[in-house]
């Protein structure tokens, strides 16, 4: 019966290869997401022809897994691997002692180690599934010895699928024109996995990094000497807001055209007081937009006043001088407003914030993961980052205003 091994048919979205004249198409994915088995399927696609024993696009394969092992017993063997995913009349034979696979049409695939670069030089292709690159210990050794293969073919093409991890190569690749990329999570593939399994892994890493970048197929930036972590991150997740003295909204006004700038970062923390006497922060919401003109920016900004009932507005005016001030009240004229002109630099300011996080005093609640990716791109020399940290300044404004800030306290905002 065919419709089984009719894959278009059953294949999720993420699954199926993008349109256009790629070269590199990357598969990024969470755990069980069905990355194995949109790689298998693909060889599939580009080896197979119209009847067993016409000629496919491709003859001339290289299948690299991390190890031998790994790419004999899940790439090829493996429940969702090409032995498995191939027709009875269309199903490649092992060739054990040439460690290839052998199609009916004459096709062949061989297979090759990440930790042998060297195996590489030589051999050449027109075609290559790659699996897991991120976890090579080799990946840029390896990676480029298959580059100078796949010279055979009017256009080699190349398919990596993997779990996301922040590393060079893989980011590079990412990066380049022709490279497409589809993502998904775990639960993408649910009907295909245990529903105790997603259960018991959302309960354990959910709002983690291991989490995005496990269950969620997200690639997690980090950079060298960033003054927050994805451990500081995980360390702040967790706990029951408590009684919060004060609450107070943070913006930070874009700049220039709103339709090209960057966002306007606006977020939500409130104070409390520990045992010690110290004051604590539980930052509550990262409610940024970008693209809004003025008077919609300053609507989420006194919506989000309202909503949590701030003390006070904290606003940057370094871009807009007392035009921020103005545009915040023609929408709620109470709106308690205390304008901030920024004479350090973001480093600077940011620093006393992040070693806040490092003695444990921040907390965060869920849904903050726009946020933390900026926050793991800042180092002492600046933003790492593409545009500006407007996320990062939102944040670092409301917890001075919070631990260190002075002046009279703000009357409380009404709630409705």
């Known amino acids: 019966?065919?419709?089984?091994?009719?894959?278009?048919?059953?294949?999720?979205?993420?699954?199926?290869?993008?349109?256009?004249?790629?070269?590199?198409?990357?598969?990024?994915?969470?755990?069980?997401?069905?990355?194995?088995?949109?790689?298998?399927?693909?060889?599939?696609?580009?080896?197979?022809?119209?009847?067993?024993?016409?000629?496919?696009?491709?003859?001339?394969?290289?299948?690299?897994?991390?190890?031998?092992?790994?790419?004999?017993?899940?790439?090829?063997?493996?429940?969702?691997?090409?032995?498995?995913?191939?027709?009875?009349?269309?199903?490649?034979?092992?060739?054990?002692?040439?460690?290839?696979?052998?199609?009916?049409?004459?096709?062949?695939a061989m297979l090759f180690s990440a930790s042998e670069p060297e195996a590489l030089r030589g051999p050449q292709f027109d075609c290559a599934w790659v699996d897991e690159l991120a976890k090579w210990k080799k990946a840029r050794d390896t990676w480029d010895m298959l580059q100078f293969g796949l010279r055979l073919g009017a256009h080699p093409q190349v398919c990596v699928t993997t779990t996301p991890?922040?590393?060079?190569?893989?980011?590079?690749?990412?990066?380049?024109?022709?490279?497409?990329?589809?993502?998904?999570?775990?639960?993408?593939?649910?009907?295909?996995?245990?529903s105790s399994f997603l259960q018991e892994v959302r309960a354990r890493y959910a709002d983690t990094s291991l989490g995005r970048q496990e269950l969620d197929g997200m690639l997690l930036d980090e950079v060298d000497g960033a003054l927050w972590t994805r451990e500081m991150m995980d360390a702040a997740k967790g706990g029951l807001v408590p009684g919060l003295e004060r609450i107070v909204v943070a913006v930070d006004p874009p700049a220039?055209?709103?339709?090209?700038?960057?966002?306007?970062?606006?977020?939500?923390?409130?104070?409390?007081?520990?045992?010690?006497?110290?004051?604590?922060?539980?930052?509550?919401?990262?409610?940024?937009?970008?693209?809004?003109?003025?008077?919609?920016?300053?609507?989420?900004?006194?919506?989000?006043?309202?909503?949590?009932?701030?003390?006070?507005?904290?606003?940057?005016?370094?871009q807009g001088g007392a035009m921020v001030e103005e545009v915040l009240h023609q929408v709620d004229p109470d709106l308690p407003v205390r304008r901030v002109h920024a004479t350090d630099g973001k480093s600077a300011r940011a620093e006393p914030v992040a070693a806040l996080y490092e003695q444990g005093r921040v907390r965060h609640a869920g849904g903050l993961s726009e946020l933390e990716s900026q926050l793991c791109?800042?180092?002492?020399?600046?933003?790492?980052?593409?545009?500006?940290?407007?996320?990062?300044?939102?944040?670092?404004?409301?917890?001075?205003?919070?631990?260190?800030?002075?002046?009279?306290?703000?009357?409380?905002?009404?709630?409705?």
Do not use: Y
Not at 172 to 194: D, F, G, I, K, W
Not at 257 to 271: L, Q
Not at 275 to 303: F, I, K, N, T
Not at 380 to 388: C, D, I, R
């Open 256 to 318: 220039g055209d709103t339709k090209r700038s960057d966002a306007c970062g606006i977020v939500v923390a409130g104070a409390w007081r520990a045992e010690d006497g110290r004051l604590h922060v539980h930052v509550l919401e990262d409610a940024s937009v970008r693209g809004m003109r003025p008077q919609g920016w300053a609507g989420v900004v006194a919506a989000a006043a309202k909503r949590w009932g701030a003390h006070r507005v904290v606003a940057e005016v370094n």
């Open 165 to 194: 991890r922040n590393v060079g190569v893989l980011k590079e690749l990412m990066a380049v024109p022709s490279t497409v990329v589809t993502q998904a999570p775990t639960e993408a593939n649910r009907a295909n996995l245990a």
């Open 377 to 416: 791109l800042m180092t002492p020399m600046g933003f790492e980052g593409q545009g500006s940290p407007d996320r990062v300044d939102a944040l670092v404004w409301a917890v001075t205003e919070l631990v260190f800030g002075r002046g009279p306290q703000a009357p409380r905002v009404r709630s409705a």
């Open 1 to 108: 019966m065919a419709l089984p091994f009719l894959f278009e048919f059953w294949a999720h979205r993420h699954q199926l290869p993008p349109d256009g004249d790629w070269r590199a198409w990357v598969i990024l994915g969470g755990r069980g997401a069905g990355k194995t088995r949109a790689g298998a399927e693909w060889v599939r696609r580009q080896v197979e022809g119209a009847l067993p024993l016409s000629p496919g696009k491709s003859r001339r394969l290289a299948i690299i897994g991390e190890t031998f092992d790994q790419a004999r017993e899940v790439m090829v063997f493996g429940d969702s691997g090409i032995m498995a995913c191939s027709p009875p009349d269309r199903r490649p034979t092992w060739q054990a002692t040439r460690r290839c696979l052998v199609w009916p049409n004459g096709a062949e």
